[in-house]
């Protein structure tokens, strides 16, 4: 699975309809199907993909064809979407009618075609589900801890220093392992 927290639009057009495809990251998707609609008082139809994870890391997906007959626009997107394997992402594609019909197998390839395309230039990044501890350990570690953080690729979210400093930390499973190995002499985990 990947994701990508870069937006990109492209303007496509087929038979004078024109069909403006926006993909954004799923946390900017409501703003962004807002904006397009004020953007855009004259388009005909706002066809919309997206796929989520969920707390339960779960995919969580859903498409509409907004008016478009049933079946020919928003899940093209979505299956474009799924076979990219992108998650936490969505697409909004503005389209204009141009006044010639496309047919059912017309919409499906000009829907398909401009969400392939508006990914096309995007830089993922592979999903790595994340990790969260928290370590206690003595001031004499601090330095210690820290190098092992930044060797590790683990992030300290919060420092609490009290008698004993508590540190919360997040790394994907993998780097997370390997560090709790390395410093279990001086770290007790909470």
Request: one cysteine or more; aromatic letters at 12%.
């Amino acid at each position: 699975m990947k994701y990508s927290e870069n937006i990109s639009t492209y303007n496509y057009e087929v038979k004078q309809s024109k069909f403006i495809a926006h993909f954004i990251p799923y946390n900017l998707y409501e703003e962004t199907l807002r904006k397009l609609k004020e953007e855009h008082p004259k388009a005909r139809h706002f066809v919309t993909a997206f796929r989520y994870l969920n707390e339960y890391e779960q995919i969580v997906e859903h498409s509409s064809d907004d008016g478009e007959p049933k079946g020919t626009s928003g899940k093209p997107s979505l299956m474009v979407l799924q076979g990219q394997s992108i998650i936490n992402g969505a697409v909004v594609i503005v389209r204009y009618f141009g006044g010639t019909k496309l047919g059912t197998g017309g919409l499906v390839r000009a829907y398909s075609e401009s969400v392939n395309i508006v990914i096309e230039n995007l830089e993922f990044i592979e999903y790595k589900k994340e990790l969260f501890a928290a370590i206690e350990i003595e001031y004499s570690n601090v330095r210690l801890i820290e190098h092992e953080c930044n060797s590790f690729n683990v992030s300290i979210i919060e420092k609490v220093f009290d008698i004993k400093i508590v540190y919360r930390i997040k790394s994907d499973e993998s780097n997370m392992k390997n560090f709790l190995e390395k410093v279990s002499r001086v770290v007790k985990t909470l």
